[in-house]
């Protein structure tokens, strides 16, 4: 009766570890896809709030979840975890401090860790995208997941564009100084320019007037064409080799 008594607590034990391994793997196996919707979500939520006294605490939660779970869909090796962990705890630390001040060279660092980790992690993609031997939904989740966070990336280069260039975009015919979009406001705004320029749509209301921004723009503006002749072109080529696969198998 002793003995039985004690397997208990050791059979309960090994069940909640078997649990735990299947929602790790779960959430492994799923995991661009789930930054894909964290993504979307960082982009699309925020602005319903626009007016809350609140809006940045909730734009940098959502920022934060997107830093640490962009971190897990990379995790493969002990070294590239290390090397993503030693770029996001000066990211993770920017982000916060910048919200209780006004100081430009805060924001100006925020902004060049954003960059770095942003870097990382679209390097890291790129090389799953194009090493990857099937086109599996994970993939073009990665795909998308590597276009969004290039335009993110450019978003935090024009930030610190404007905050040195002071005047380099134009915001409806106004500055940012004149169109009241301070520090903290102006990495939201420049996210919205920069998916307009990399998708090249060019609706005008925001305008890069110095040459430096506008040289970056065109950049950016070159990555979304080659990001369509290279990345979709590598993911096309993946399923018709695997449906050609799929019929030698079937004959």
Known sequence: MARWVQTIPLDIGMKTVDTIHNVQHVFFRHRFGILFVLLISTLLIPPYFQASTWIDTL??????????????????????????????IPTLASTWLVEDSHQKFLAYIDNITNIIYFG???????????????ATLEVIFAAMCLYIMLAVLWAAIYTNLELYYVGAFSFNGQFSTEAGIDSTGLFRQMIYFS?????????????????????WAAVET??????????LARL?????VEGQRRDLETR
Do not use: E
């Open 120 to 134: 990382l992690i679209c390097f890291f993609l790129s090389k799953y995208i194009l090493t990857s031997s099937r």
């Open 59 to 88: 734009w940098r939660g959502l920022f934060t979840c997107v830093l640490l779970w962009a971190l897990y869909s990379i995790a493969g090796t002990q070294r590239i975890l290390l090397l993503a962990a030693l770029v996001l």
């Open 195 to 215: 998916f307009v320029t990399i998708s090249t749509l060019g609706y005008g209301d925001v305008l890069p007037t110095h040459r430096v921004a506008q040289n």
């Open 222 to 231: 070159m990555i979304g064409q080659f990001y369509i002749a290279i990345i």
């Open 236 to 240: 096309v080529s993946l399923y018709t």
